[in-house]
């Protein structure tokens, strides 16, 4: 009998897998990898600092050093490298962001999150930075094909993977357990991504999946950090230059288009000053939230079934402190924040499907 039966093997149910062994749980992770997979198309990065009014990302303080710790401890469990802290620079929009960051530099606020503040061009590329810019810390990217990949190996040696389709009609519920075919288990996880849209047991939740292109190219010197406004640059562990990404809240399929591309080549000319070449472009759907909070929690009506996902554009920065905070729930029955359970959506689950 197992513990857990995790559904997906995305970034979600792969560090929810590692969370759960850690505490001596015995689980089975079924993943049917043909299915969109956000994880495999994500590059990975991870920002304090984002969006155009460079705010401060939701609960910062409490993600990222949960990040700084989790990554490279991964890493040593699986024996494989995949954490890459080389920063952002992220170059000023205006002049006057010069003084307002140096002031920033002084607050305990943003310093965690500052390397340093420059105020003239840098020179290892031709980007559009007259006023100079901002060199991030605790900042960077993971592979998470990478990842992915080593700890599948784990779970496969461990007996614990299987690379099959889950259908929830097979979901069987006794007095003791539930199972599924020949598997027993005592809960489930539900780490399905955009599937969970059409679940019987979550669609009801307010997804907003976004979809979101990323195409690579080559430059004739690849960049040593993460170059970001309007646009990321990033010099990829595999040799590509990534650049990325769209938000299409309205598409038709999972394909890269040619508008996605030209809509990349835009911002790209906003940021670069060099000529490059493109040498592909992928696509996938995150799956995004109405509140941007993930869905973490029971399920109103059944205590074996939980849902872990709505980790949208932050997957890489989210899912290490909230699958801490998951597990604590389960095995130690610490109370999970409103803000992340999904119980702050319990008045939407419709009153034909209650018990
Ligand atoms: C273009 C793009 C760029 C992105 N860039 C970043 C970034 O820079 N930084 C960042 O943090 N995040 C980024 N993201 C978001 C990131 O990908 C997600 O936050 C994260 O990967 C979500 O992981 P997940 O495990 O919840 O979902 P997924 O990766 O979608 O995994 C779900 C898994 O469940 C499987 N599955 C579903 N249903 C079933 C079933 N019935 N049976 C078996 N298996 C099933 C799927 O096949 C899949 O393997 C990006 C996303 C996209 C599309």
Redesign the pocket.
């Known amino acids: 009998m197992y513990d857990y039966l995790i559904?997906?093997?995305?970034?979600?149910?792969?560090i929810i897998s590692q969370r759960l062994l850690e505490r001596g749980q015995k689980i089975m992770v079924?993943?049917?990898?043909?299915?969109?997979?956000?994880?495999?198309?994500?590059?990975?990065?991870?920002n304090p600092i984002t969006g155009r009014k460079m705010f401060k990302t939701w609960n910062a303080d409490s993600l990222f050093p949960e990040v700084i710790k989790f990554y490279p401890r991964l890493e040593q469990i699986l024996g494989a490298k995949f954490f890459h802290p080389i920063g952002i620079y992220r170059p000023y929009a205006a002049i006057e962001d010069q003084n307002d960051w140096e002031a920033k530099r002084s607050d305990p606020k943003f310093n965690p999150y500052i390397d340093r503040t420059s105020t003239s061009r840098i020179t290892s590329h031709k980007l559009n930075d007259p006023s100079g810019g901002l060199f991030l810390k605790q900042a960077g990217?993971v592979n998470?094909v990478k990842l992915l990949n080593a700890n599948k190996k784990l779970l496969i040696d461990k007996g614990s993977y299987q690379e099959?389709?889950?259908?929830e009609k097979d979901l069987m519920f006794h007095k003791e357990h539930l199972s599924f075919g020949d598997l027993k288990f005592k809960k489930i996880i539900f780490?399905?991504?955009?599937?969970a849209q059409k679940s019987q047991w979550f669609s009801w939740l307010p997804f907003h999946p976004v979809?979101?292109?990323?195409m690579d190219i080559e430059l004739d010197r690849r960049p040593e950090t993460i170059y970001n406004r309007g646009v990321?640059i990033l010099p990829f562990d595999d040799q590509s230059v990534r650049v990325?990404?769209?938000y299409q809240k309205n598409f038709e399929n999972l394909e890269p288009t040619e508008a996605g591309e030209n809509e990349l080549k835009e911002k790209l000319s906003g940021l670069l000053n060099e000529a490059y070449t493109i040498k592909g472009s992928?696509?996938?759907?995150?799956?995004a939230t109405k509140d941007r909070r993930p869905f973490i929690g029971k399920h109103p009506d059944n205590e074996h079934i939980y849902v872990?996902?709505g980790?949208?554009?932050?997957?890489?920065?989210?899912?290490p402190q909230c699958s801490k905070l998951l597990t604590a729930h389960l095995l130690d029955g610490a109370a999970l924040d409103t803000e992340i359970s999904i119980s702050r959506y319990y008045s939407n689950y419709p009153t034909e499907l209650k018990k």
């Not at 980790?311 to 899912?319: A, M, P, Q």
């Open positions: 559904i997906g093997h995305g970034l979600a149910g792969a079924l993943d049917q990898p043909d299915s969109n997979h956000s994880s495999v198309v994500a590059a990975g990065l991870f990217y998470i099959i389709m889950f259908y780490c399905n991504g955009i599937m979809k979101g292109e990323i990321f990325g990404s769209t992928r696509a996938g759907i995150r799956p872990f996902n980790f949208g554009s932050k997957g890489v920065s989210l899912i």
